[in-house]
Protein backbone atom coordinates (compact mmCIF):
# COMPACT_ATOMS: atom_id res chain seq x y z
CA UNK A 1 0.00 0.00 0.00
CA UNK A 2 1.51 3.20 -1.00
CA UNK A 3 2.56 5.84 1.93
CA UNK A 4 0.93 8.94 -0.41
CA UNK A 5 -2.01 10.02 -0.98
CA UNK A 6 -3.49 10.08 -4.69
CA UNK A 7 -4.68 13.35 -6.69
CA UNK A 8 -8.69 12.62 -6.49
CA UNK A 9 -11.58 14.19 -8.87
CA UNK A 10 -11.89 16.37 -5.53
CA UNK A 11 -8.69 17.16 -5.06
CA UNK A 12 -7.94 18.34 -9.07
CA UNK A 13 -11.10 20.58 -8.06
CA UNK A 14 -9.60 21.81 -5.13
CA UNK A 15 -6.28 22.77 -7.32
CA UNK A 16 -8.47 24.61 -9.64
CA UNK A 17 -9.84 26.57 -6.80
CA UNK A 18 -6.59 27.76 -5.68
CA UNK A 19 -4.48 28.61 -8.94
CA UNK A 20 -7.77 28.21 -11.88
CA UNK A 21 -8.30 26.07 -14.54
CA UNK A 22 -6.03 27.53 -16.49
CA UNK A 23 -2.73 26.65 -14.15
CA UNK A 24 -3.96 23.24 -13.93
CA UNK A 25 -2.63 20.97 -16.45
CA UNK A 26 -3.63 17.65 -16.86
CA UNK A 27 -3.25 16.95 -20.38
CA UNK A 28 -1.05 14.14 -21.95
CA UNK A 29 1.24 16.81 -23.53
CA UNK A 30 2.17 18.71 -20.01
CA UNK A 31 2.31 15.30 -17.73
CA UNK A 32 4.82 14.12 -20.25
CA UNK A 33 6.79 17.67 -20.31
CA UNK A 34 7.16 17.75 -16.43
CA UNK A 35 8.06 13.91 -16.19
CA UNK A 36 11.96 14.36 -16.47
CA UNK A 37 14.79 16.79 -16.37
CA UNK A 38 17.71 16.27 -18.88
CA UNK A 39 19.20 13.34 -17.24
CA UNK A 40 19.16 9.94 -18.40
CA UNK A 41 16.12 8.91 -16.23
CA UNK A 42 13.23 7.29 -17.57
CA UNK A 43 10.52 9.67 -17.10
CA UNK A 44 7.91 9.59 -13.70
CA UNK A 45 4.75 11.04 -14.85
CA UNK A 46 2.74 13.19 -12.15
CA UNK A 47 -0.89 12.94 -11.83
CA UNK A 48 -1.28 16.26 -11.96
CA UNK A 49 0.87 19.86 -13.18
CA UNK A 50 0.15 23.30 -10.91
CA UNK A 51 1.11 26.51 -12.21
CA UNK A 52 0.76 29.07 -9.17
CA UNK A 53 1.68 32.39 -9.71
CA UNK A 54 2.22 33.67 -6.32
CA UNK A 55 3.72 32.23 -2.78
CA UNK A 56 0.30 32.58 -1.29
CA UNK A 57 -1.14 29.85 -3.96
CA UNK A 58 1.93 27.88 -3.18
CA UNK A 59 1.30 27.90 0.37
CA UNK A 60 -2.28 26.66 -0.19
CA UNK A 61 -1.15 23.87 -2.84
CA UNK A 62 1.58 22.62 0.44
CA UNK A 63 -0.81 23.01 2.71
CA UNK A 64 -3.28 21.00 0.85
CA UNK A 65 -0.93 17.68 -0.13
CA UNK A 66 0.07 18.18 3.74
CA UNK A 67 -2.82 17.35 5.00
CA UNK A 68 -3.80 14.70 2.15
CA UNK A 69 -0.16 13.35 1.89
CA UNK A 70 0.28 14.12 -1.39
CA UNK A 71 3.70 14.18 -2.61
CA UNK A 72 4.72 17.58 -4.90
CA UNK A 73 8.42 17.77 -6.80
CA UNK A 74 8.61 21.23 -7.08
CA UNK A 75 10.27 22.37 -11.03
CA UNK A 76 12.24 25.53 -12.61
CA UNK A 77 12.97 24.47 -16.00
CA UNK A 78 14.08 21.01 -16.16
CA UNK A 79 17.38 21.59 -17.61
CA UNK A 80 18.85 19.76 -14.17
CA UNK A 81 21.16 16.60 -14.88
CA UNK A 82 20.63 13.88 -11.55
CA UNK A 83 16.74 14.11 -12.23
CA UNK A 84 16.34 16.29 -9.02
CA UNK A 85 13.24 17.85 -11.15
CA UNK A 86 11.54 13.29 -11.77
CA UNK A 87 7.79 13.04 -9.97
CA UNK A 88 9.56 9.88 -8.66
CA UNK A 89 5.62 8.79 -6.64
CA UNK A 90 3.72 11.05 -9.33
CA UNK A 91 1.47 13.57 -7.16
CA UNK A 92 1.52 17.06 -8.08
CA UNK A 93 4.44 18.76 -10.25
CA UNK A 94 4.41 22.43 -9.16
CA UNK A 95 6.08 24.17 -11.74
CA UNK A 96 7.66 27.79 -10.52
CA UNK A 97 7.58 29.05 -14.25
CA UNK A 98 5.03 31.48 -13.54
CA UNK A 99 6.47 32.99 -10.91
CA UNK A 100 8.95 34.75 -13.05
CA UNK A 101 8.82 38.48 -12.29
CA UNK A 102 11.80 40.71 -10.81
CA UNK A 103 10.54 42.64 -8.10
CA UNK A 104 13.01 45.50 -7.44
CA UNK A 105 16.65 45.95 -8.62
CA UNK A 106 17.68 48.50 -5.85
CA UNK A 107 20.80 50.37 -6.94
CA UNK A 108 21.70 51.82 -3.68
CA UNK A 109 21.71 48.38 -1.64
CA UNK A 110 22.77 46.34 -4.34
CA UNK A 111 20.25 44.01 -4.40
CA UNK A 112 17.90 42.12 -6.88
CA UNK A 113 14.77 40.85 -5.67
CA UNK A 114 13.39 38.24 -7.80
CA UNK A 115 10.79 35.30 -8.18
CA UNK A 116 12.09 31.79 -8.53
CA UNK A 117 11.24 31.46 -12.14
CA UNK A 118 12.76 34.14 -13.40
CA UNK A 119 15.94 33.54 -15.64
CA UNK A 120 19.44 33.44 -15.05
CA UNK A 121 20.40 35.31 -18.48
CA UNK A 122 17.66 38.06 -17.96
CA UNK A 123 18.89 38.70 -14.35
CA UNK A 124 22.07 38.90 -16.07
CA UNK A 125 20.52 41.44 -19.00
CA UNK A 126 18.76 43.23 -16.46
CA UNK A 127 21.90 43.88 -13.96
CA UNK A 128 24.38 44.31 -16.71
CA UNK A 129 22.43 47.70 -18.07
CA UNK A 130 22.33 49.01 -14.85
CA UNK A 131 26.06 48.41 -14.60
CA UNK A 132 25.78 45.89 -12.12
CA UNK A 133 26.85 42.09 -12.27
CA UNK A 134 25.14 39.09 -10.87
CA UNK A 135 28.00 36.17 -10.82
CA UNK A 136 26.98 33.09 -10.80
CA UNK A 137 26.70 32.09 -14.36
CA UNK A 138 26.24 28.54 -15.14
CA UNK A 139 26.36 27.34 -18.38
CA UNK A 140 22.31 26.74 -19.19
CA UNK A 141 21.77 30.07 -18.55
CA UNK A 142 17.91 29.07 -19.71
CA UNK A 143 18.80 27.82 -15.69
CA UNK A 144 16.19 29.45 -13.38
CA UNK A 145 17.33 31.71 -10.34
CA UNK A 146 15.71 28.86 -7.93
CA UNK A 147 17.21 25.53 -9.58
CA UNK A 148 20.48 27.44 -8.94
CA UNK A 149 19.11 27.98 -4.98
CA UNK A 150 18.25 24.53 -5.09
CA UNK A 151 21.53 22.78 -6.21
CA UNK A 152 23.97 25.80 -5.01
CA UNK A 153 25.36 25.82 -8.71
CA UNK A 154 28.30 28.25 -9.42
CA UNK A 155 29.24 28.33 -13.05
CA UNK A 156 32.38 30.20 -14.71
CA UNK A 157 32.75 32.79 -12.17
CA UNK A 158 33.66 30.64 -9.47
CA UNK A 159 36.81 30.99 -9.24
CA UNK A 160 36.44 34.39 -8.51
CA UNK A 161 33.04 35.14 -7.02
CA UNK A 162 32.01 32.04 -5.57
CA UNK A 163 29.06 29.94 -5.78
CA UNK A 164 25.32 31.10 -5.60
CA UNK A 165 25.27 30.64 -1.66
CA UNK A 166 27.72 33.71 -1.60
CA UNK A 167 24.71 35.86 -2.97
CA UNK A 168 21.72 34.88 -2.14
CA UNK A 169 20.67 37.24 1.35
CA UNK A 170 17.59 36.55 1.70
CA UNK A 171 14.68 34.30 0.94
CA UNK A 172 10.90 33.72 1.23
CA UNK A 173 10.57 30.02 1.17
CA UNK A 174 6.99 27.62 1.34
CA UNK A 175 7.51 24.60 3.96
CA UNK A 176 5.77 21.20 3.28
CA UNK A 177 3.39 22.50 5.51
CA UNK A 178 2.55 25.58 3.53
CA UNK A 179 3.61 27.92 6.23
CA UNK A 180 5.37 30.87 4.65
CA UNK A 181 8.93 31.78 6.42
CA UNK A 182 11.33 35.10 5.64
CA UNK A 183 14.94 33.88 6.14
CA UNK A 184 17.27 37.23 5.70
CA UNK A 185 17.06 40.34 3.59
CA UNK A 186 18.78 43.18 2.58
CA UNK A 187 20.97 43.67 5.53
CA UNK A 188 24.71 42.56 5.43
CA UNK A 189 24.77 41.38 8.69
CA UNK A 190 23.19 39.10 10.46
CA UNK A 191 23.90 37.18 13.90
CA UNK A 192 20.04 36.02 14.89
CA UNK A 193 19.60 32.35 15.73
CA UNK A 194 20.43 29.09 13.90
CA UNK A 195 21.36 30.27 9.82
CA UNK A 196 18.00 28.79 8.25
CA UNK A 197 18.97 30.18 4.84
CA UNK A 198 22.17 28.35 4.27
CA UNK A 199 20.22 25.25 4.98
CA UNK A 200 17.50 25.87 2.07
CA UNK A 201 19.94 26.29 -0.51
CA UNK A 202 21.21 23.65 -1.68
CA UNK A 203 18.91 21.21 -0.67
CA UNK A 204 17.43 20.72 -4.08
CA UNK A 205 14.09 21.21 -3.13
CA UNK A 206 13.54 18.77 -0.58
CA UNK A 207 12.93 21.45 2.23
CA UNK A 208 11.03 24.22 1.52
CA UNK A 209 9.62 25.66 -1.80
CA UNK A 210 11.68 29.45 -2.48
CA UNK A 211 9.11 31.69 -3.54
CA UNK A 212 10.98 34.79 -3.68
CA UNK A 213 14.91 35.98 -3.47
CA UNK A 214 17.09 38.77 -2.50
CA UNK A 215 20.25 38.69 -4.26
CA UNK A 216 23.30 40.28 -3.58
CA UNK A 217 24.58 42.41 -6.86
CA UNK A 218 28.44 43.90 -7.24
CA UNK A 219 29.38 46.59 -9.47
CA UNK A 220 30.17 45.65 -12.87
CA UNK A 221 34.60 46.21 -13.80
CA UNK A 222 34.63 48.52 -16.39
CA UNK A 223 37.17 46.48 -18.26
CA UNK A 224 37.01 42.73 -19.60
CA UNK A 225 39.51 40.65 -21.65
CA UNK A 226 39.06 37.08 -22.62
CA UNK A 227 42.90 35.26 -23.68
CA UNK A 228 42.39 31.56 -25.58
CA UNK A 229 45.39 29.62 -25.11
CA UNK A 230 45.60 26.13 -26.85
CA UNK A 231 48.21 23.74 -24.99
CA UNK A 232 50.98 20.86 -26.80
CA UNK A 233 49.64 18.48 -23.99
CA UNK A 234 46.62 18.91 -21.54
CA UNK A 235 49.16 18.35 -18.12
CA UNK A 236 50.86 22.10 -19.17
CA UNK A 237 47.23 23.66 -19.58
CA UNK A 238 46.11 22.10 -16.25
CA UNK A 239 49.41 22.79 -14.39
CA UNK A 240 49.11 26.56 -15.73
CA UNK A 241 45.99 26.58 -13.70
CA UNK A 242 47.31 26.65 -10.07
CA UNK A 243 50.68 28.98 -11.19
CA UNK A 244 48.36 31.55 -12.72
CA UNK A 245 46.52 31.53 -8.86
CA UNK A 246 50.08 32.03 -7.19
CA UNK A 247 51.34 34.67 -9.39
CA UNK A 248 48.44 36.73 -8.11
CA UNK A 249 46.59 37.03 -10.94
CA UNK A 250 42.46 36.49 -10.19
CA UNK A 251 40.82 35.53 -13.04
CA UNK A 252 36.57 35.92 -13.51
CA UNK A 253 36.77 32.81 -15.24
CA UNK A 254 39.55 30.00 -15.74
CA UNK A 255 38.24 27.25 -18.27
CA UNK A 256 39.99 23.87 -19.27
CA UNK A 257 38.41 22.82 -22.82
CA UNK A 258 39.77 19.46 -24.42
CA UNK A 259 39.95 19.34 -27.90
CA UNK A 260 37.40 16.98 -28.34
CA UNK A 261 34.92 19.86 -26.93
CA UNK A 262 36.46 22.60 -29.39
CA UNK A 263 35.93 20.51 -32.80
CA UNK A 264 32.32 19.67 -31.39
CA UNK A 265 31.39 23.60 -30.82
CA UNK A 266 32.92 24.27 -34.15
CA UNK A 267 30.50 21.80 -35.80
CA UNK A 268 27.22 22.63 -33.56
CA UNK A 269 27.90 26.58 -34.05
CA UNK A 270 29.02 26.01 -37.60
CA UNK A 271 32.18 28.54 -37.34
CA UNK A 272 35.53 28.11 -36.79
CA UNK A 273 37.90 28.85 -33.13
CA UNK A 274 41.03 30.62 -33.54
CA UNK A 275 42.55 27.20 -33.00
CA UNK A 276 41.37 23.78 -33.17
CA UNK A 277 44.44 21.63 -33.97
CA UNK A 278 45.80 20.51 -30.54
CA UNK A 279 44.58 18.43 -27.11
CA UNK A 280 44.36 21.08 -24.71
CA UNK A 281 42.57 24.62 -24.20
CA UNK A 282 42.54 27.18 -21.41
CA UNK A 283 40.12 29.93 -21.70
CA UNK A 284 41.01 32.87 -19.26
CA UNK A 285 39.15 35.91 -18.54
CA UNK A 286 40.74 38.65 -16.52
CA UNK A 287 38.59 41.97 -15.56
CA UNK A 288 39.47 45.28 -14.00
CA UNK A 289 38.49 49.12 -13.17
CA UNK A 290 41.95 50.14 -15.12
CA UNK A 291 42.73 49.19 -18.58
CA UNK A 292 46.45 48.48 -17.51
CA UNK A 293 45.63 46.46 -14.88
CA UNK A 294 43.62 44.19 -17.52
CA UNK A 295 46.73 44.63 -19.64
CA UNK A 296 49.20 43.50 -17.37
CA UNK A 297 47.45 40.32 -16.05
CA UNK A 298 47.08 39.11 -19.64
CA UNK A 299 50.44 39.67 -20.06
CA UNK A 300 51.60 37.31 -16.77
CA UNK A 301 48.80 34.84 -18.05
CA UNK A 302 50.65 34.36 -21.09
CA UNK A 303 54.28 34.02 -20.03
CA UNK A 304 52.78 31.32 -17.34
CA UNK A 305 51.21 29.55 -20.30
CA UNK A 306 53.85 30.09 -22.86
CA UNK A 307 56.35 28.82 -20.29
CA UNK A 308 54.19 25.27 -19.72
CA UNK A 309 53.70 24.10 -22.84
CA UNK A 310 51.25 27.11 -24.49
CA UNK A 311 51.40 27.74 -28.41
CA UNK A 312 50.00 31.18 -28.86
CA UNK A 313 47.76 33.31 -26.46
CA UNK A 314 44.73 34.63 -28.44
CA UNK A 315 43.38 37.88 -27.02
CA UNK A 316 39.47 38.77 -27.44
CA UNK A 317 39.46 42.11 -26.62
CA UNK A 318 36.38 43.60 -28.11
CA UNK A 319 32.74 42.20 -26.23
CA UNK A 320 31.95 40.51 -29.85
CA UNK A 321 34.65 38.78 -29.81
CA UNK A 322 34.40 37.85 -26.26
CA UNK A 323 30.79 37.05 -26.17
CA UNK A 324 31.57 34.61 -29.25
CA UNK A 325 34.38 32.38 -27.40
CA UNK A 326 31.97 32.43 -24.66
CA UNK A 327 29.48 31.13 -26.62
CA UNK A 328 31.37 28.20 -27.67
CA UNK A 329 32.19 27.35 -24.09
CA UNK A 330 29.15 27.56 -23.13
CA UNK A 331 27.36 25.53 -25.77
CA UNK A 332 29.11 22.61 -25.59
CA UNK A 333 26.37 20.86 -23.19
CA UNK A 334 23.85 21.77 -26.16
CA UNK A 335 26.24 20.91 -28.55
CA UNK A 336 27.09 17.45 -27.32
CA UNK A 337 23.43 16.33 -27.12
CA UNK A 338 22.75 17.12 -30.56
CA UNK A 339 25.05 14.81 -31.70
CA UNK A 340 25.26 11.81 -29.04
CA UNK A 341 23.42 10.42 -26.33
CA UNK A 342 25.68 11.51 -23.60
CA UNK A 343 25.89 11.49 -19.85
CA UNK A 344 27.93 13.92 -17.40
CA UNK A 345 29.52 13.29 -14.41
CA UNK A 346 30.86 16.51 -12.38
CA UNK A 347 32.99 15.91 -10.11
CA UNK A 348 34.88 19.00 -8.05
CA UNK A 349 38.45 18.34 -7.04
CA UNK A 350 41.42 20.70 -5.17
CA UNK A 351 42.97 23.15 -8.10
CA UNK A 352 46.15 21.44 -7.89
CA UNK A 353 44.55 17.43 -8.33
CA UNK A 354 42.93 18.38 -11.62
CA UNK A 355 45.92 17.19 -13.55
CA UNK A 356 45.00 13.60 -11.44
CA UNK A 357 41.75 13.34 -11.77
CA UNK A 358 41.87 14.30 -15.83
CA UNK A 359 44.64 11.81 -16.07
CA UNK A 360 42.49 9.35 -14.02
CA UNK A 361 39.40 10.09 -16.50
CA UNK A 362 41.57 8.97 -19.30
CA UNK A 363 42.80 5.65 -18.02
CA UNK A 364 39.00 5.34 -17.57
CA UNK A 365 38.33 6.08 -21.03
CA UNK A 366 40.85 3.46 -22.70
CA UNK A 367 39.97 0.98 -19.80
CA UNK A 368 36.34 0.61 -20.56
CA UNK A 369 36.65 2.50 -24.42
CA UNK A 370 33.91 4.90 -23.89
CA UNK A 371 35.00 8.33 -25.00
CA UNK A 372 35.20 10.56 -21.64
CA UNK A 373 35.51 14.52 -23.11
CA UNK A 374 36.48 16.53 -19.84
CA UNK A 375 35.73 20.21 -19.82
CA UNK A 376 35.31 22.55 -16.97
CA UNK A 377 35.97 25.28 -14.37
CA UNK A 378 39.28 24.93 -14.08
CA UNK A 379 39.66 27.70 -11.77
CA UNK A 380 37.74 26.00 -9.02
CA UNK A 381 38.80 22.37 -9.52
CA UNK A 382 35.00 21.53 -10.83
CA UNK A 383 35.63 19.45 -13.97
CA UNK A 384 32.25 18.32 -16.21
CA UNK A 385 33.11 14.47 -17.80
CA UNK A 386 31.39 13.65 -20.34
CA UNK A 387 30.21 10.07 -21.20
CA UNK A 388 29.60 9.82 -24.98
CA UNK A 389 27.90 6.72 -25.89
CA UNK A 390 28.92 6.83 -29.60
CA UNK A 391 28.20 4.10 -31.71
CA UNK A 392 28.20 1.29 -29.00
CA UNK A 393 24.94 -0.82 -28.60
CA UNK A 394 22.84 1.38 -26.11
CA UNK A 395 22.11 -1.21 -23.70
CA UNK A 396 26.21 -2.22 -23.71
CA UNK A 397 26.78 1.36 -22.88
CA UNK A 398 24.47 1.74 -20.09
CA UNK A 399 26.03 -0.96 -18.45
CA UNK A 400 29.18 0.66 -18.53
CA UNK A 401 28.23 4.14 -17.57
CA UNK A 402 26.91 3.18 -13.94
CA UNK A 403 30.67 1.40 -13.88
CA UNK A 404 32.69 4.50 -15.38
CA UNK A 405 30.40 6.99 -13.12
CA UNK A 406 31.64 4.80 -10.20
CA UNK A 407 35.24 5.22 -11.18
CA UNK A 408 35.48 8.73 -11.77
CA UNK A 409 33.32 9.82 -8.30
CA UNK A 410 35.85 7.62 -6.83
CA UNK A 411 38.50 9.16 -8.75
CA UNK A 412 37.17 12.49 -7.68
CA UNK A 413 37.22 11.36 -3.71
CA UNK A 414 40.31 9.83 -3.95
CA UNK A 415 41.87 13.24 -4.88
CA UNK A 416 39.87 14.79 -1.87
CA UNK A 417 37.32 15.56 -3.94
CA UNK A 418 33.61 15.88 -3.55
CA UNK A 419 30.74 13.54 -5.60
CA UNK A 420 29.24 16.90 -7.18
CA UNK A 421 30.43 20.85 -7.97
CA UNK A 422 27.15 22.41 -8.86
CA UNK A 423 24.83 19.64 -10.45
CA UNK A 424 23.27 17.97 -6.83
CA UNK A 425 22.98 14.62 -6.35
CA UNK A 426 19.04 14.48 -6.89
CA UNK A 427 17.81 10.62 -7.87
CA UNK A 428 20.62 9.79 -9.96
CA UNK A 429 23.72 10.35 -7.73
CA UNK A 430 22.01 9.86 -4.34
CA UNK A 431 24.03 6.04 -3.31
CA UNK A 432 27.34 8.49 -3.57
CA UNK A 433 26.57 11.07 -0.63
CA UNK A 434 27.37 8.77 2.52
CA UNK A 435 30.85 8.18 0.18
CA UNK A 436 31.53 11.86 0.77
CA UNK A 437 30.13 12.57 4.05
CA UNK A 438 29.93 9.48 6.08
CA UNK A 439 26.99 7.93 7.84
CA UNK A 440 26.87 10.39 11.00
CA UNK A 441 26.04 13.26 8.75
CA UNK A 442 23.90 11.42 6.23
CA UNK A 443 21.64 10.71 9.64
CA UNK A 444 21.88 14.17 10.92
CA UNK A 445 20.44 14.85 6.70
CA UNK A 446 17.65 13.17 7.37
CA UNK A 447 16.80 14.28 10.60
CA UNK A 448 16.67 18.06 9.33
CA UNK A 449 14.29 16.70 6.36
CA UNK A 450 12.06 15.11 9.11
CA UNK A 451 12.24 18.08 10.96
CA UNK A 452 10.90 20.13 8.02
CA UNK A 453 8.79 17.49 6.18
CA UNK A 454 7.60 14.63 8.71
CA UNK A 455 5.56 12.78 6.05
CA UNK A 456 8.28 13.44 3.59
CA UNK A 457 5.85 14.65 0.52
CA UNK A 458 8.33 17.08 -0.94
CA UNK A 459 10.59 16.08 -3.35
CA UNK A 460 10.65 12.75 -1.91
CA UNK A 461 13.31 10.09 -3.19
CA UNK A 462 15.99 12.95 -3.91
CA UNK A 463 19.25 13.27 -1.85
CA UNK A 464 18.71 10.45 0.25
CA UNK A 465 16.06 7.62 0.67
CA UNK A 466 13.78 8.07 4.20
Not at 18 to 42: A, C, T, Y
Not at 126 to 136: F, N, S, V
Not at 232 to 256: C, Q, W
Amino acid sequence: MSRYGRVTPEIRSRLVEIVGRDDLLDDEESLQRHSHDESLMPPHLPEVVVRPSSSEEVSKIMRLAYEERIPVTPQGSRTGLSGGAHPIHGGIALTLEGMNRMIEIDEENLMAVVEPGVLIMDLHQETEKRGLLYPPDPGQESGTIGGNISTNAGGVRGMKYGVTRDYVNGLEAVLPSGEIITLGGKTVKNSTGYELLDLIIGSEGTLAIVTQATLRLLPKPLYTALAYIPFKDVRGATRSVSEIVRRRVMPYALEYIGQHAVLTAERYLGRSLPDHDHPAYLMVGVEGNREEDVERDLETVGEICMERGGVEVYVADTQTRQRQLWEARKCLFDAYKAFWEIDEVDVCVPRSRIPDYIEGAEKVMESQGVLISNIGHAGDGNVHSIILRGELERDRWLQLLERITDRLIEIGLSLGGTVSGEHGLGYTKKKYLPYKVGKAQVELMKAIKRAFDPYNILNPGKVFDL
